[in-house]
């Protein structure tokens, strides 16, 4: 019983991680009022980019270094159709996704089925050896603890510093920001980076430290989970966290479940954990007036500066 | 007065697609001085102020700060040489609170060390009561003026912008911010106060520039003027005396009734209705007024239909329950609507002026033939349309957005009345609309009364309310007072009602 609840708990902050990573990024995004639907692309670029690198180099660092420069590289071009030349942010994204997801099967074609170095994992000398509270507190990757702190640093700069108030100010109401005379259109090119670059690493947990190995689609959804969790958290970072653990649990309970042989079709198992995420998110998000509160005003339109 | 000026603009010129927005403008404001801008809707106010606030830059001209040469640069730049501005429609963040608004006009991190307690300072000496603590969405219009004047004063600023600030305040409000005004003036703030209002321009400011159409047409004093000599300057045309005041209908029966509608916000920042009871005679015009945001919006969506009210009967149209009907259902049974935002809410913009005509009047004005459109007759009512109420457009086929604001009303004014509708529920009928059209709305909203069917009015307009009503109602916090008949309204008892006070029954 001990070891499925320590299994529980390593499964739930192993899966968490790059669902954490990424939805981090889109919080900020959409906290500048900018929607972007690209995150799984941004992912998968993320993925292959860090695996490649990984693979070519030996070095895991470099890989990393990589995957965000992958996903920071799109989103950069998703920034300049949005944001300069005031494409549509729904289609912009949507295309984003379907180009990450040819693109990284392209580039990825050569490394299917072979290894690359993982991420190490933590190892300190009598902490993680501790029964329990070593393997659930001290045996992860560095972007496990990576996704926990770049949160709750999140957390902090948007409530906490003047630069984060006039994030949410630009989400709030853009037009009487730029009277104040921010800019607008600069604050959102960061934001978006900056999302861009979370996803990019997301996708490097997911090649380097979840499954380490490079597959065709191997993100398999989850930017679009992490893009639910931002809006059924009510942008605000504590419930993402409680989301993607959610996500976690559920994921370990598939595997479980199939692992006793119970007669469900497998097809429904595999997506339990998305479903049993959204529902769950759904129900105890239901209060509208609360999600129109936090919900940043401007979200998906577009600025344009005139006078 | 010989000191040197505190500002000095020359020749400002800003040129915007297709219009002229400021030609070859001069303006010199002195130290201590309380400006008047004056000039209707579209006469270059707002572009003006805007290039003096940094927030855009003009073509050419000279721009010169207590004698030296300036290119202001930005707002940021602005509010460093000592330049602040209240905004029309407010700069405020609604989810964010008063002491986060403040912050986010402060551009040096050491003007936000220990803002909290310097708000509540600036606040008290002024009388300009604000908490900090507050979210935005929360407040009232009064009061979220008082933030952004709040703002601006913790920058010591030497010249402060006011455009059109008692557009939204009850008369007793806009006496409290005057008295701050002139205070601020004393000690050694110059003013500039941009409004249309010529009593309050005359009674508070002691020079005034006119604009029309671009340009200065005058610099006065506006004391040495009567209101109406600064009208004449200030709008192109002859004013035409004003629609004649009917005789009040006799009694008739209500053909609209509202039967203590209650209806929650759906939008957190929305005001709930509260028990809004009202009968409207065939005949009878009755003007609601009120300050915006204490649920004009969500009275006028639960009258067209667009948020349903639930129980049928506490909405009655020619005595049919109708709570529970959509827009649709409504128009059959004669209500026509006329919602405060024209574009986009009242007409589709990117649309023509018949497709728009077609939208609302298809059922009333059977301009559809087994499900289809039928072209012809949507035209020709187009046409009349166009005609009957002087549209000034190309043709039944322009765009919607190829209108001025003016004549887009009038078109969807004329749209709702061509119907012969039983009921008309008309928000914010002449809102940024010149005088002349302003006039024909009018005209259209008192003939249409006198043959008989009931009109509601929801204005924040009070001229126009007492011009054009019967009886006079004022929304506050989602509650409608009794309806008085006007001829024992005052513009002190409407007032205190605006502001959510009951007046003390009759002691007139």
Same mark, same amino acid.
């Given at each position: 019983?001990?070891?499925?609840?320590?299994?529980?708990?390593?499964?739930?902050?192993?899966?968490?991680?790059?669902?954490?990573?990424?939805?981090?990024?889109?919080?900020?995004?959409?906290?500048?009022?900018?929607?972007?639907?690209?995150?799984?692309?941004?992912?998968?670029?993320?993925?292959?980019?860090?695996?490649?690198?990984?693979?070519?180099?030996?070095?895991?660092?470099?890989?990393?270094?990589?995957?965000?420069?992958?996903?920071?590289?799109?989103?950069?071009?998703?920034?300049?159709?949005?944001?300069?030349?005031?494409?549509?942010?729904?289609?912009?994204?949507?295309?984003?996704?379907?180009?990450?997801?040819?693109?990284?099967?392209?580039?990825?074609?050569?490394?299917?089925?072979?290894?690359?170095?993982?991420?190490?994992?933590?190892?300190?000398?009598?902490?993680?050896?501790?029964?329990?509270?070593?393997?659930?507190?001290?045996?992860?990757?560095?972007?496990?603890?990576?996704?926990?702190?770049?949160?709750?640093?999140?957390?902090?700069?948007?409530?906490?510093?003047?630069?984060?108030?006039?994030?949410?100010?630009?989400?709030?109401?853009?037009?009487?920001?730029?009277?104040?005379?921010?800019?607008?259109?600069?604050?959102?090119?960061?934001?978006?980076?900056?999302?861009?670059?979370?996803?990019?690493?997301?996708?490097?947990?997911?090649?380097?430290?979840?499954?380490?190995?490079?597959?065709?689609?191997?993100?398999?959804?989850?930017?679009?989970?992490?893009?639910?969790?931002?809006?059924?958290?009510?942008?605000?970072?504590?419930?993402?966290?409680?989301?993607?653990?959610?996500?976690?649990?559920?994921?370990?309970?598939?595997?479980?479940?199939?692992?006793?042989?119970?007669?469900?079709?497998?097809?429904?198992?595999?997506?339990?954990?998305?479903?049993?995420?959204?529902?769950?998110?759904?129900?105890?998000?239901?209060?509208?007036?609360?999600?129109?509160?936090?919900?940043?005003?401007?979200?998906?339109?577009?600025?344009?500066?005139?006078? | 007065?010989?000191?040197?000026?505190?500002?000095?603009?020359?020749?400002?010129?800003?040129?915007?697609?297709?219009?002229?927005?400021?030609?070859?403008?001069?303006?010199?404001?002195?130290?201590?001085?309380?400006?008047?801008?004056?000039?209707?809707?579209?006469?270059?106010?707002?572009?003006?102020?805007?290039?003096?606030?940094?927030?855009?830059?003009?073509?050419? $001209?000279?721009?010169?700060?207590?004698?030296?040469?300036?290119?202001?640069?930005?707002?940021?730049?602005?509010?460093?040489?000592?330049?602040?501005?209240?905004?029309?429609?407010?700069?405020?963040?609604?989810?964010?609170?008063?002491?986060?608004?403040?912050?986010?006009?402060?551009?040096?991190?050491?003007?936000?060390?220990?803002?909290?307690?310097?708000?509540?300072?600036?606040?008290?000496?002024?009388?300009?009561?604000?908490?900090?603590?507050?979210?935005?969405?929360?407040?009232?219009?009064?009061?979220?003026?008082?933030?952004?004047?709040?703002?601006?004063?913790?920058?010591?600023?030497?010249?402060?912008?006011?455009?059109?600030?008692?557009?939204?305040?009850?008369?007793?409000?806009?006496?409290?911010?005057?008295?701050?005004?002139?205070?601020?003036?004393?000690?050694?703030?110059?003013?500039?106060?941009?409004?249309?209002?010529?009593?309050?321009?005359?009674?508070?400011?002691?020079?005034?520039?006119?604009?029309?159409?671009?340009?200065?047409?005058?610099?006065?004093?506006?004391?040495?003027?009567?209101?109406?000599?600064?009208?004449?300057?200030?709008?192109?045309?002859?004013?035409?005396?004003?629609?004649?005041?009917?005789?009040?209908?006799?009694?008739?029966?209500?053909?609209?009734?509202?039967?203590?509608?209650?209806?929650?916000?759906?939008?957190?920042?929305?005001?709930?209705?509260?028990?809004?009871?009202?009968?409207?005679?065939?005949?009878?015009?009755?003007?609601?007024?009120?300050?915006?945001?204490?649920?004009? $919006?969500?009275?006028?969506?639960?009258?067209?239909?667009?948020?349903?009210?639930?129980?049928?009967?506490?909405?009655?149209?020619?005595?049919?329950?109708?709570?529970?009907?959509?827009?649709?259902?409504?128009?059959?049974?004669?209500?026509?609507?006329?919602?405060?935002?024209?574009?986009?809410?009242?007409?589709?913009?990117?649309?023509?002026?018949?497709?728009?005509?077609?939208?609302?009047?298809?059922?009333?004005?059977? *301009?559809?033939?087994?499900?289809?459109?039928?072209?012809?007759?949507?035209?020709?009512?187009?046409?009349?349309?166009?005609?009957?109420?002087?549209?000034?457009?190309?043709?039944?086929?322009?765009?919607?957005?190829?209108?001025?604001?003016?004549?887009?009303?009038?078109?969807?004014?004329?749209?709702?009345?061509?119907?012969?509708?039983?009921?008309?529920?008309?928000?914010?009928?002449?809102?940024?609309?010149?005088?002349?059209?302003?006039?024909?709305?009018?005209?259209?909203?008192?003939?249409?009364?006198?043959?008989?069917?009931?009109?509601?009015?929801?204005?924040?307009? *009070?001229?126009?309310?007492?011009?054009?009503?019967?009886?006079?109602?004022?929304?506050?916090?989602?509650?409608?007072?009794?309806?008085?008949?006007?001829?024992?309204?005052?513009?002190?008892?409407?007032?205190?009602?605006?502001?959510?006070?009951?007046?003390?029954?009759?002691?007139?």
């Amino acid at each position: 019983m001990m070891d499925i609840a320590i299994n529980l708990l390593a499964s739930i902050m192993l899966a968490a991680t790059p669902l954490l990573l990424a939805a981090t990024g889109e919080l900020v995004v959409e906290k500048a009022a900018v929607l972007n639907l690209g995150v799984e692309g941004m992912m998968l670029m993320g993925a292959i980019a860090g695996f490649a690198v990984a693979h070519e180099t030996g070095s895991v660092w470099l890989a990393l270094l990589a995957a965000i420069g992958a996903g920071m590289a799109l989103s950069l071009l998703f920034a300049v159709l949005t944001l300069t030349l005031q494409a549509n942010q729904t289609a912009t994204g949507l295309a984003l996704t379907i180009f990450g997801r040819g693109f990284s099967a392209l580039v990825g074609a050569g490394y299917v089925g072979i290894a690359a170095p993982e991420l190490p994992k933590l190892h300190l000398p009598g902490l993680t050896d501790l029964p329990v509270l070593g393997p659930v507190l001290f045996s992860y990757d560095p972007l496990v603890y990576a996704a926990l702190l770049i949160l709750a640093l999140v957390a902090w700069f948007l409530a906490k510093t003047h630069a984060g108030l006039i994030l949410r100010a630009i989400g709030d109401q853009h037009d009487a920001a730029h009277v104040l005379g921010y800019k607008v259109i600069r604050i959102r090119y960061l934001a978006v980076l900056f999302g861009g670059a979370m996803a990019g690493l997301a996708g490097a947990d997911m090649s380097l430290a979840y499954t380490p190995l490079w597959a065709q689609d191997m993100i398999a959804g989850r930017g679009w989970v992490a893009l639910a969790l931002v809006t059924f958290a009510a942008w605000r970072p504590f419930w993402l966290l409680i989301g993607a653990w959610l996500f976690g649990a559920m994921m370990y309970l598939s595997l479980y479940v199939q692992g006793l042989g119970v007669p469900v079709p497998q097809a429904f198992l595999s997506a339990l954990p998305y479903l049993g995420t959204v529902v769950v998110l759904v129900l105890i998000s239901r209060d509208r007036r609360r999600i129109r509160l936090h919900r940043p005003a401007m979200l998906g339109r577009p600025f344009q500066a005139n006078g | 007065m010989t000191q040197t000026p505190l500002l000095r603009l020359s020749g400002i010129v800003k040129q915007y697609p297709g219009c002229l927005a400021n030609d070859h403008v001069d303006l010199t404001i002195a130290p201590n001085q309380i400006h008047a801008l004056l000039g209707e809707n579209g006469a270059g106010k707002s572009t003006l102020v805007k290039i003096i606030y940094g927030v855009i830059r003009p073509d050419a $001209g000279e721009t010169v700060w207590q004698g030296r040469r300036v290119v202001i640069q930005s707002p940021a730049h602005a509010r460093r040489l000592g330049i602040g501005m209240v905004f029309q429609h407010f700069s405020l963040f609604e989810a964010l609170t008063v002491a986060d608004n403040i912050a986010l006009g402060l551009n040096d991190a050491k003007d936000r060390v220990g803002l909290r307690q310097r708000i509540i300072d600036v606040s008290a000496s002024y009388g300009l009561p604000v908490d900090p603590d507050r979210t935005v969405h929360d407040l009232s219009v009064g009061e979220r003026q008082r933030i952004e004047i709040v703002r601006c004063l913790l920058q010591n600023p030497k010249l402060l912008i006011m455009d059109e600030p008692t557009s939204v305040l009850t008369p007793q409000e806009a006496e409290t911010l005057f008295a701050t005004l002139r205070r601020l003036a004393a000690e050694g703030c110059s003013i500039l106060y941009i409004s249309h209002k010529l009593d309050e321009v005359r009674a508070l400011c002691e020079a005034a520039t006119i604009m029309r159409l671009g340009r200065v047409v005058a610099q006065l004093t506006p004391r040495d003027k009567t209101a109406r000599e600064l009208a004449s300057i200030m709008i192109s045309a002859e004013l035409k005396p004003a629609a004649e005041r009917r005789p009040p209908p006799a009694a008739a029966a209500p053909r609209l009734v509202l039967n203590r509608l209650n209806l929650r916000a759906t939008n957190p920042f929305g005001t709930s209705l509260q028990a809004i009871t009202l009968s409207v005679a065939g005949g009878e015009i009755v003007g609601i007024a009120g300050i915006a945001g204490n649920g004009q $919006g969500e009275l006028m969506d639960a009258l067209s239909g667009e948020t349903l009210a639930g129980k049928p009967e506490t909405i009655l149209l020619d005595a049919v329950p109708a709570g529970h009907l959509g827009p649709k259902e409504r128009r059959r049974l004669g209500g026509c609507f006329v919602p405060e935002e024209r574009n986009g809410h009242g007409a589709v913009t990117t649309m023509s002026l018949a497709e728009n005509a077609f939208l609302s009047g298809h059922l009333r004005g059977a *301009l559809a033939r087994l499900g289809l459109i039928d072209r012809r007759r949507t035209q020709d009512y187009t046409a009349r349309i166009i005609q009957r109420f002087d549209v000034r457009t190309t043709g039944p086929q322009a765009t919607a957005k190829s209108l001025s604001g003016g004549n887009l009303q009038k078109f969807l004014v004329g749209r709702e009345v061509m119907l012969d509708p039983a009921v008309l529920v008309i928000s914010q009928p002449t809102w940024g609309v010149d005088a002349g059209a302003a006039l024909a709305i009018h005209e259209a909203i008192v003939a249409l009364a006198a043959a008989g069917a009931a009109v509601v009015i929801i204005s924040q307009d *009070l001229d126009e309310i007492f011009l054009l009503s019967d009886r006079i109602a004022v929304i506050a916090a989602g509650r409608l007072s009794e309806p008085v008949p006007v001829a024992d309204a005052t513009l002190e008892r409407i007032g205190l009602l605006m502001g959510g006070v009951s007046p003390e029954p009759a002691h007139v």
